[in-house]
């Protein structure tokens, strides 16, 4: 079966995106294809997530198993068919693609059909698709060398060791070389 996804952003309100993709392909397919077609970094932690009507996350499709002996109920990209868990119109998920800053694109099955295809297609879209990283640009912010300079503070510096030991007055530390036992 072919499904059809609407993909939109938060970040830009003129983004969306459709892709079509076979119901047995694995999530790790989508992930692939969205990384590849939105520019986002595929070495990138991801998850999808199965939601409510709401967009409230309900069931985790990780890319990695980082707790393998843990749960054993883990969802993985690489194991999980969409087929499995998308079974209707009008189901949602959410695509987190940058999981430090909860980016996310969200995702509606439009529809479904017969059919089969080898590759994921994207089949519309328009605007532009989020950067895939928030960074602060340095072409506005002004960099000197004191900025990131290792020079001795001088009398200013409160843990100035001459001021916390005395002149002479070093603490001694532990030899790693002598035998502590």
Request: hydrophobic letters at 35%; a negative charge; proline letters at 4%.
């Amino acid at each position: 079966m072919i499904y059809t996804f609407r993909i939109i952003s938060a970040e830009n309100k003129d983004f969306i995106c459709e892709v079509d993709i076979d119901s047995q392909s694995l999530f790790i397919d989508f992930h692939n294809f969205l990384n590849l077609e939105m520019a986002f970094d595929p070495g990138e932690m991801a998850s999808f997530f199965l939601t409510d009507r709401g967009w409230q996350k309900q069931t985790e499709i990780t890319l990695l198993n980082m707790m393998e002996d843990e749960y054993e109920n883990i969802l993985v990209m690489s194991e999980t068919r969409i087929g499995d868990l998308i079974t209707e119109k009008k189901q949602r998920l959410l695509y987190v693609f940058d999981l430090f800053a909860e980016r996310i694109l969200f995702m509606e099955l439009i529809d479904m059909r017969e059919g089969e295809i080898k590759q994921p297609d994207c089949v519309r879209r328009e605007g532009e698709a989020p950067p895939p990283f928030l960074r602060e640009t340095l072409e506005d912010t002004e960099i000197t060398e004191s900025d990131y300079s290792f020079d001795d503070p001088g009398d200013d510096d409160p843990y100035d060791d001459d001021d916390i030991y005395g002149d002479d007055d070093q603490p001694d530390f532990i030899d790693f070389d002598e035998d502590l036992y």
